[in-house]
């Protein structure tokens, strides 16, 4: 169920912020299999981040919370999912724009 809830939230937000979303893996690999979910939206600033995983924060505070705006919860429950399942979370640049989200977990796990 945690890795549903996880990978769910990882393409629900790639799909609300872009259009074009492309999910791959990676064989295991120094013990991790690395799944990469990226979207080719207006991406997230490197200062922001770090903010972003933090619970009830929203990229885009100004909009109102509808079909399309959460209440900022996705970034946070994809970290803490990651970090219980003793895998790793990072927000990458995608060129020429967008984000690409990685999650790298224990080979053993998946």
């Known amino acids: 169920d945690d ?3 996880l990978f769910s939230n990882l393409v629900a937000n790639a799909v609300s912020h872009g259009k074009h979303v492309v999910i791959s ?3 295991p690999r120094d013990g991790f299999l690395v799944v990469d979910v ?3 939206g207006p991406g997230i ?3 922001k981040r ?3 995983l933090e619970p009830f924060v929203r990229g ?3 909009r109102t919370v509808d079909e399309k705006g959460g209440f900022g919860l996705g970034l946070s429950i ?3 999912l990651t970090e219980k399942a003793g895998g790793k979370l ?3 640049d995608r060129a020429p724009n967008g984000l690409i989200a990685r999650i790298a977990l224990p080979a053993a796990f998946s």
């Open 90 to 92: 990072e927000l990458l």
């Open 3 to 5: 890795m549903q809830r």
């Open 45 to 47: 600033p490197a200062d």
């Open 38 to 40: 990226a979207d080719d």
């Open 60 to 62: 885009e505070p100004a």
């Open 50 to 52: 770090t903010e972003l």
């Open 78 to 80: 994809v970290s803490s």
């Open 25 to 27: 893996a990676t064989p």
